[in-house]
C-alpha cells in the first residue's frame, strides 16, 4: 500500500482518470512516462506535483509544476534527502498534457 494520497489513489485509479483542481484530466505522454522510469519517479508523484506544486510558465505556451518531496534514500550510487518533481505539462480546454518530467535530488 503507499505512503502518499496519490500513491493510495493510484493503486485503484490510474492517473489517466485522475482530475486537477481545474477538474481537466490528468494524461501521461509515452514520453512523460518513459522519462519518469529514467529519471527515478512515478505517476503518484507526478500528479502529486501538479495538484500541489507551485506552477510556472514554460517554453512554448506550457507549463512548470513542480514539488519537493522527502526522498531519504539512495539514488545512482548516492544518498539524497529531497526529490523535486517537476513535470511539464501543455494544457489544453478538457485535460493537462504531461510532455516530460524532470527530477533533482538534493
Not at 490510474?14 to 529519471?39: F, G, M, V, W, Y
Not at 510558465?57 to 522527502?70: E, I, L, S, V
Request: charged share 25%; with cysteine; hydrophobic share 35%.
Amino acid at each position: 500500500m503507499g505512503n502518499t494520497l496519490c500513491e493510495r489513489i493510484l493503486e485503484v485509479l490510474p492517473a489517466s482518470n485522475l482530475l486537477d483542481k481545474q477538474n481537466k484530466t490528468i494524461r501521461l505522454t509515452n514520453h512523460a512516462q518513459e522519462q519518469a522510469i529514467e529519471r527515478g519517479t512515478n505517476e503518484a508523484e507526478i500528479v502529486d506535483a501538479i495538484i500541489t506544486g507551485n506552477r510556472q510558465p514554460a517554453k512554448n505556451g506550457r507549463y512548470k509544476y513542480q514539488a519537493t518531496f522527502q526522498y531519504n534514500n539512495d539514488w545512482q550510487g548516492k544518498f539524497y534527502s529531497l526529490k523535486k518533481v517537476a513535470p511539464i505539462v501543455a494544457e489544453t480546454d478538457t485535460e493537462l498534457v504531461v510532455i516530460t518530467v524532470y527530477t533533482f535530488y538534493f
